[in-house]
């Protein structure tokens, strides 16, 4: 009886290794649904248009990964990309396909909720405002004249230019900030 436990234990051990082996394989193809808050990147914002108001800015996603690809799936390695460089100016619908959705290897995207969002662009536009500086408080007499700087010497340049959508630039608009002037 001892005999027929122990005879051949090489082959027993052989095919011991090879269910484990297989179960492990078996096991680990199972597929896993992970479900995620991505958030949304817009690219191919060049030219004359810029994103103006509220947009989405995570969409749902949910997944189909094998146990093995499973672990690196986060919302830093799964992208949702909206391209607006074909759109036109004002309010656009842009679906979100499962196909056009980053991720990686053995993963799947099954849905995306919402399926689109929505996207605002407007001209932007360029206005030159003029810098005029204003020196408050009082200033200690220096014990030369050297000491004395006017306004013109510290803003070399008193034009700034400024490029954002129309709506904002034909505001009349007066901001001040204080400034440490040192000599």
């Not at 994103?51 to 990964?65: I, S």
Request: hydrophobic letters at 45%; glycine letters at 8%; a positive charge.
């Amino acid at each position: 009886m001892l005999r027929l436990l122990v005879g051949q234990w090489q082959l027993k051990l052989l095919s011991l290794a090879l269910a484990v082996g297989l179960w492990l394989f078996v096991a680990s193809t199972e597929p896993r649904e992970i479900m995620l808050a991505v958030p949304v990147e817009y690219i191919g914002l060049e030219g004359p248009l810029t994103l103006d108001g509220p947009r989405r800015e995570a969409v749902d996603v949910q997944v189909h990964a094998t146990r093995w690809a499973a672990g690196g799936v986060s919302p830093a390695t799964v992208r949702v990309q909206v391209d607006v460089a074909r759109l036109r100016e004002g309010d656009n619908l842009v679906p979100l396909q499962p196909d056009a959705i980053t991720v990686p290897a053995g993963v799947r995207v099954t849905r995306v909720a919402p399926g689109w969002v929505t996207v605002r662009l407007v001209r932007t536009a360029t206005r030159s405002v003029r810098i005029v500086p204003r020196i408050q408080g009082t200033r200690r007499r220096p014990s030369s004249w050297a000491g004395w700087w006017s306004s013109r010497q510290l803003f070399r340049s008193r034009v700034l230019a400024l490029q954002s959508n129309r709506g904002l630039l034909s505001r009349p608009c007066r901001w001040t900030s204080p400034a440490a002037v040192r000599r």
